[in-house]
C-alpha cells in the first residue's frame, strides 16, 4: 500500500513537472503563435493530402474531387494569409467554375469504365518523374533556406478589397483591360473549338 | 535545451519560407503528376496544381514582404484569370480531340512525329 502511494506521488510529481515544461515551453513561444502554426499546418497537411490524392487516384472522378478540395483549402490559406478577397476568387473560381469544367469534361469524354480512368506510366517513367521532381523540390528548398529572408520588415497592410480597387482601377488598368478581354478571347474561342466543323458549314 | 528552443521557432513561428515551402511541395506534386499521367485531362488538373503553388508564392512575399500595397494579390487574380482562360480552352481542345481520334490518351497523340 505505502508502495503504491509512493508511486502515485512520483508520478503526481513527473506529471507537474511535465505540465510546466510544457506551460513553459508554449509561454516562451507565444500562444497566438502556436495558434497560426496550428492553423497553418492543418491547412497545408490538407492541401498536400488533396494534391496527392489527385495524382495516386486511379479513377479520375476521385481526382477531380481531390482537386476541388486542394483548391477549396487553398482558398483558406489565402484567408490565413490576410488575402480574404483573393480567397473568396479562389474557393468562387476554382472550387466553383474550374472544378465544373474538369468533371464536365470527364463526363463528355469517359463513356465505359470509370474505375480505370486516370491510366499511369510504367516504373521506369515514375521513376525519372520522381528523380525530376525530387530534384526541384530540393533545389528550391535549399534556395529558401539560405536566402535570408529574416530582415524583411513587415508592413501593416488595410483592407485587400480596398486596396485591390484602388489598386486595379488605377495603376494597373491596363492588365485589368487586358484580363477582361483574354476572358472573352477563351469564351468564344472554347465555344468555336468545341462546337466543331459541323456548325461551320450549316 | 536552448537548441531545441530555437528549432522549435523556426517551426511554429509561420513567416515566408514556410509558404514557400508549402509552395514548392505543391509545385513538385504537380510536376509528378504531369510527367506520369496519361490521361489528358488529368495532366490538365496538374497543370491547374502548379499554376496554384505560384499563386501562394504571389501571396505569402505580398503579406510577408516589405510590399507597401496589394500588388502581389492583384498578380494573383491575374494569374487566376489566365489559369481561368487555360482550362477553358484546354478542355475545349480535349473534347475536340475525343471527338477527331477517339482517344485522351497523350502517348497516342503523336502525328506530328517524324
Known amino acids: 500500500m505505502n508502495e503504491l502511494i509512493s508511486f502515485a506521488n512520483e508520478a503526481t510529481k513527473l506529471l507537474h513537472w511535465i505540465i510546466d515544461f510544457v506551460l513553459n515551453f508554449a509561454v516562451n513561444l507565444g500562444v497566438p503563435n502556436l495558434i497560426n502554426a496550428g492553423v497553418f499546418y492543418g491547412i497545408g497537411g490538407v492541401v498536400i493530402l488533396m494534391a496527392l490524392g489527385v495524382i495516386l487516384f486511379r479513377n479520375i472522378v476521385h481526382s477531380a474531387l481531390c482537386l476541388t478540395g486542394s483548391f477549396i483549402a487553398l482558398g483558406c490559406l489565402y484567408i490565413f494569409l490576410s488575402a480574404e478577397f483573393l480567397g473568396a476568387v479562389e474557393i468562387m473560381v476554382y472550387g466553383g467554375a474550374v472544378a465544373i469544367i474538369i468533371v464536365m469534361g470527364i463526363m463528355l469524354i469517359k463513356r465505359d469504365d470509370m474505375s480505370h480512368s486516370n491510366p499511369g506510366r510504367g516504373v521506369v517513367a515514375h521513376i525519372a518523374a520522381g528523380i525530376v521532381s525530387a530534384f526541384f523540390f530540393v533545389s528550391m528548398a535549399a534556395a529558401v533556406i539560405m536566402s535570408p529572408f529574416g530582415e524583411l520588415g513587415e508592413y501593416k497592410l488595410a483592407d485587400s478589397v480596398t486596396g485591390l480597387a484602388d489598386l486595379m482601377l488605377t495603376k494597373y488598368i491596363v492588365p485589368f483591360e487586358v484580363a477582361a478581354v483574354l476572358l472573352l478571347m477563351a469564351m468564344v474561342g472554347a465555344i468555336i473549338i468545341a462546337k466543331g466543323r459541323e456548325a461551320d458549314e450549316a | ?114
Open chain 2, 1 to 114: 535545451m536552448i537548441d531545441l528552443q530555437k528549432a522549435f521557432e523556426l517551426v511554429v513561428n509561420i513567416g515566408l519560407p514556410h509558404c514557400l515551402l508549402l509552395s514548392a511541395v505543391l509545385f513538385s506534386i504537380g510536376l509528378f503528376g504531369l510527367l506520369t499521367r496519361r490521361s489528358i485531362i488529368a495532366v490538365l488538373m496538374c497543370v491547374e496544381l502548379m499554376l496554384n503553388a505560384v499563386n501562394i508564392n504571389l501571396v505569402a512575399f505580398n503579406r510577408f514582404g516589405s510590399m507597401p500595397d496589394h500588388a502581389g494579390q492583384l498578380m494573383a487574380i491575374f494569374g487566376i484569370v489566365v489559369a481561368a482562360a487555360e482550362v477553358a480552352i484546354g478542355m475545349a481542345l480535349a473534347i475536340k480531340l475525343y471527338r477527331e481520334r477517339n482517344t485522351i490518351n497523350v502517348d497516342e497523340l503523336d502525328e506530328l512525329k517524324g
